[in-house]
């Protein structure tokens, strides 16, 4: 009886931790983005999604992210991530971001797009560099992504 318990419990301890809508740290050099296949090496430009069910999809950049958004749909995400331009490494609700297409900032598949965690920190980036900002919405749009 008490395998029978155990194994249960275990079975449903792991049902449990597989379900769970939450991103994950990205292994930079070593995951692959899920659009191009390339290795995500550039921390200013990383993307993520979580689906509802919690599967995650990691990109070298978020023109790959919007690109696979385009084919697949947004319905069944849950959570969507992108890196501050300015602070390599770390990632902000890509729904709240501001973004930059700007010919002078490269990004890893040539869009030249990057992400903000704030709106006036994207507008001094492009005082100084020139480009166009857009909101997460108008992003979608221009990518034929919604």
């Not at 995500?40 to 995650?56: C, F, L, P, W």
């Amino acid at each position: 009886m008490k395998k029978v318990l155990y194994t249960a419990f275990t079975i449903l301890l792991c049902v449990l931790v597989s379900c769970k809508v939450e991103p994950e740290q990205i292994n930079y050099g070593s995951d692959a983005c899920a659009f191009c296949k390339m290795t995500i090496v550039d921390q200013q430009h990383a993307s993520q999604y979580v689906t509802k069910k919690g599967k995650q999809f990691k990109f070298d950049a978020i023109e790959c992210m919007v690109n696979d958004l385009a084919e697949k749909g947004i319905e069944e995400i849950e959570i969507f991530l992108v890196a501050d331009y300015q602070v390599p490494g770390s990632m902000t609700l890509a729904k709240e971001a501001t973004y930059l297409i700007c010919k002078e900032i490269k990004s890893p598949m040539g869009a030249n797009l990057s992400g903000f965690a704030s709106k006036e920190k994207a507008l001094i980036i492009q005082k100084d560099s020139g480009g166009d900002l857009y909101t997460w919405k108008e992003l979608l749009i221009k990518f034929d992504a919604e």
